[in-house]
């Protein structure tokens, strides 16, 4: 995992290439959390990080941390496959530093990869898909410079879906394009440029070119029914809901630390009742068990979550005994629909 640049993380340069003033702030799921959950949340992908490293290492997955049977699962896949994919006639070298150096030896970044080999560089993801190739190619670049190539296959395995994104980074690629970001970053009159990474952003609530997509919208038209005009207001409209939540986060945290905001108090509000043990309830409650069962709701996940512990089995494998056990009593809802941006406009992804 990493140790880097502050402003030139390998992991911040796709936003970085959309725009040079891009300063990482909290993720939208973390800041949705309570601050005692941020840590863990965090640490959970550095966790699972140490323990691949440790079983790629030849030693016991058993160790301190506590990893349930489908993260137990998907590491032992991710060290299946470097096994596999990994040449005998180059070292494994695990969680290895590298460091990219201009032409006068200056670093402009350095990160460490999970596992290189020779001309291979594997990185984990323990999270959802995004846009990994910029991060990859200055991996790459920095490989090739350590062992003297020109080409490096970078394999991103995602280990929650059990897929490998294979990117072949050559050196002509690799330079043109992170050189081209560390350039606008540096360049001392670059501008913001909203894009749809302004929700990891960290000046989202006060930046200008956030702001300034307020500006030519044409108020008297009350629809816009023109296919492009919506997708680019639904475009902007997405990057808005963020600057909107992150105002009434600050606020709120600034009325309780006791700011007062003109206009504005804090309410409170009692906390929602809740049934602590459900047998217990059933006993005091005194209804009859049919009409007090059809009161209780047992939420899928948590089911399959339960019977994935209690069985040893992954998740996904729980999903499947619990289609085949409760066939009789499951059924889906009415489908709903959403409307989801492609890949390419909301977040470029290239494999
Ligand atoms: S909030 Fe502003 S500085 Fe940050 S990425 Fe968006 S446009 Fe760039």
Request: proline share 7%.
């Amino acid at each position: 995992m990493s140790d880097h640049h502050p402003t030139l993380a390998p992991s911040s340069l796709p936003m970085l290439e959309l725009c040079p003033c891009f300063e990482r702030g909290e993720d939208a799921a973390a800041l949705a959390l309570e601050p005692h959950e941020v840590t863990s949340y965090k640490d959970r992908g550095s966790q699972l990080h140490l323990v691949f490293e440790h079983v790629l290492a030849g030693l016991p997955m058993d160790c301190e941390i506590h990893l349930s049977p489908t993260e137990k699962e998907q590491i032992q896949w991710a060290v299946d496959y470097v096994k596999v994919h990994a040449s005998l006639e180059d070292p494994l070298e695990i969680e290895q530093h590298l460091v990219l150096l201009d032409d006068k030896f200056n670093i402009i970044t350095h990160g460490t990869g999970d596992a290189v080999n020779g001309p291979r560089v594997f990185d984990l993801k323990t999270g959802d898909y995004h846009n990994y190739w910029l991060q990859m190619a200055t991996y790459g670049l920095m490989q090739m410079d350590r062992i003297g190539t020109d080409l490096v296959n970078v394999y991103v395995m995602f280990s929650r879906f059990h897929n490998v994104h294979l990117l072949p980074i050559t050196r002509e690629e690799a330079t043109r394009r992170v050189m081209a970001v560390v350039a606008s970053v540096l360049d001392p009159n670059k501008k913001p440029k909203a894009n749809p990474y302004c929700r990891w952003c960290r000046k989202v609530m006060t930046c200008p070119a956030v702001v300034k997509l307020l500006e030519g919208v044409d108020v008297a038209n009350h629809e816009i029914n023109d296919p492009a005009e919506l997708s680019l207001a639904l475009k902007n409209a997405r990057i808005l809901a963020e600057w909107v939540k992150r105002i009434e986060l600050h606020a709120k945290n600034l009325a309780i630390a006791g700011v007062e905001i003109p206009y504005f108090f804090l309410k409170s509000r009692q906390g929602a009742r809740e049934i602590m043990d459900v047998k217990r309830a059933y006993e005091l409650a005194g209804l009859p068990p049919d009409q007090f069962i059809a009161l209780c709701s047992l939420p899928v996940g948590a089911l399959e979550d339960a019977i994935a512990i209690k069985e040893n089995i992954p998740r996904s494998r729980a999903k499947k005994v619990i289609n085949e056990r409760l066939a009789a009593v499951l059924q889906r809802r009415a489908p709903t629909v959403r409307l989801t941006p492609t890949q390419n406009e909301e977040e470029p992804t290239e494999t």
